[in-house]
């Protein structure tokens, strides 16, 4: 069974989420994503389940190493999680959505321990070839609360049996395990040359729950890229 932990999201734009512990609780996260911890923390870094376990993990361009922070103290303790570019820490309660849901490789930020964090080959081949941000996505798995963070507003879809929303690649951040997924082409030659999406969209099929976010993290770096000098030895 997760550990039962209680959080505090601080901030509007920039957040982190604080997760108050009770001695013997603990909280999984990803490796540097700690802001602050209170005396009594102890942090035991790992790679989850074996070195298997670890490779596992890069294939979703994730770290190898994640780490524990378990209170080994008395009384309360503290520990903080800053989301890593400006958007929404997303707190799920596992139970309440089955006991699983399925993010994109980026999303995960922290969960209780007792969450198993593994990973999640899409169903679809086409979205291995073409889906970018989507090949592999990471389940999460337990009992218990998992934090994952979304870039700019994040937005709440419940999709019936049958229905289907189509999305830009990089928007998805969860989704239900019941969702299906799939990568599918837009089609047209002046979409392809002149449409300023990208050749694919993502296709959303309930019923099921999916939570989109409305600045990618891939599209806030190509807004940058775009904004600097192309040649910075002129001027």
């Given at each position: ?10 901030g509007e ?8 512990l009770?001695p ?12 602050y ?20 993990r ?9 780490t ?24 799920m ?21 007792g ?9 679809k081949l086409?979205?291995?070839?073409f ?6 996505l ?6 218990g ?13 419940d999709?019936q ?10 928007a998805?951040?969860?989704m ?10 837009i089609?047209g030659f ?34 940058i890229a ?10």
């Amino acid at each position: 069974m997760a550990d039962v932990i209680d959080y505090k999201i601080h901030g509007e734009e920039m957040q982190l989420v604080e997760i108050e512990l009770d001695p013997g609780e603990g909280v999984r996260a990803e490796a540097g994503a700690m802001m602050y911890m209170s005396d009594g923390i102890a942090m035991q870094t790992g790679t989850g389940g074996g070195i298997f376990s670890g490779f596992k993990r890069m294939l979703t361009g994730e770290g190898f190493f994640i780490t524990s922070f378990v209170h080994e103290g008395s009384g309360k303790g503290h520990v903080a999680f800053a989301a890593p570019y400006p958007g929404k820490v997303v707190p799920m309660n596992l139970p309440e959505l089955g006991g699983e849901i399925i993010c994109q490789k980026d999303a995960f930020l922290c969960a209780a321990s007792g969450i198993d964090i593994d990973i999640a080959f899409s169903k679809k081949l086409g979205a291995g070839l073409f889906g970018g941000e989507g090949f592999i996505l990471q389940r999460l798995r337990g009992d218990g609360l998992a934090f994952v963070h979304a870039g700019g507003t994040i937005i709440r879809k419940d999709l019936q049996a049958g229905q289907t929303l189509r999305v830009d690649t990089g928007a998805l951040v969860a989704m239900t395990p019941s969702v299906d997924y799939s990568i599918k082409f837009i089609g047209g030659f002046t979409n392809a040359l002149f449409g300023g999406e990208g050749l694919f969209v993502t296709t959303l099929e309930g019923p099921g729950t999916v939570w989109l976010q409305t600045l990618p993290f891939a599209r806030l770096a190509d807004r940058i890229a775009a904004a600097l000098p192309k040649d910075r030895n002129k001027g």
